[in-house]
T-cell receptor, first 118, second 112 residues
Framework: EAGVTQFPSHSVIEKGQTVTLRCDPISGHDNLYWYRRVMGKEIKFLLHYVKESKQDESGMPNNRFLAERTGGTYSTLKVQPAELEDSGVYFCASSQTARAGVPYNEQFFGPGTRLTVL | KQEVTQIPAALSVPEGENLVLNCSFT??????LQWFRQDPGKGLTSLLLIQSSQREQTSGRLNASLDKSSGRSTLYIAASQPGDSATYLCAVSNSGNTPLVFGKGTRLSVIA
């Protein structure tokens, strides 16, 4: 079974430019999460999708971040325009829906995208 | 607001030692707790998941315990090896399908 994949693995851009990160969850996982780790801090939640619907976007820093998950499959996270403080590692995770028979939501993480804004 | 703390921040031990990593959380009403491993420049690998109704989980040389009422979990690594060197992260979920809240991690170095 293929795991969560993310593209690109690294991105170096200049302040003011646009970057789009992509996440492909594990097939059949309805839940998709975006997280971010900035230097010296803990990993923090950004956004949660259930299929194609945004369930929780309380962690999105500001309106320069735009996420999409068309058709409930892969998701993209666009940063426009990028600022220096956006540098960090962006992780995507997916999980099955917790329900009878699947009582917990073990989250599986992708390798992350390391974003550097100069 | 849930907060997760991991102690120590870094740990260096000689090969073969048994060791314990600590995790504490402020809100004991958790749904589950996951321990992850992260190698430098890599993603997170799930090691163990403990449901709120469980007290411990074991996988090979790893044993994770959970004491919900006191807001604590420990990850016990037996007979440590240099290949265990990595950052270990603890994360909790407050209900099914909700986001994880992470600690900052413990950076482990096992010296041959």
């Amino acid at each position: 079974e293929a795991g969560v994949t993310q593209f690109p693995s690294h991105s170096v851009i200049e302040k003011g430019q646009t970057v789009t990160l992509r996440c492909d969850p594990i097939s059949g996982h309805d839940n998709l999460y975006w997280y971010r780790r900035v230097m010296g801090k803990e990993i923090k939640f950004l956004l949660h999708y259930v299929k194609e619907s945004k369930q929780d976007e309380s962690g999105m820093p500001n309106n320069r971040f735009l996420a999409e998950r068309t058709g409930g499959t892969y998701s993209t996270l666009k940063v426009q325009p990028a600022e220096l403080e956006d540098s960090g590692v962006y992780f995507c995770a997916s999980s099955q829906t917790a329900r009878a028979g699947v009582p917990y939501n073990e989250q599986f993480f992708g390798p992350g995208t390391r974003l550097t804004v100069l | 607001k849930q907060e997760v703390t991991q102690i120590p921040a870094a740990l260096s031990v000689p090969e073969g030692e048994n060791l314990v990593l600590n995790c504490s959380f402020t809100d004991s009403a958790i749904y589950n707790l996951q321990w992850f491993r992260q190698d430098p420049g890599k993603g997170l690998t799930s090691l163990l998941l403990i449901q709120s109704s469980q007290r411990e989980q074991t996988s090979g040389r790893l044993n994770a315990s959970l004491d919900k009422s006191s807001g604590r979990s420990t990850l016990y690594i037996a007979a440590s090896q240099p290949g265990d060197s990595a950052t270990y992260l603890c994360a909790v979920s407050n209900s099914g399908n909700t986001p994880l809240v992470f600690g900052k991690g413990t950076r482990l170095s096992v010296i041959a």
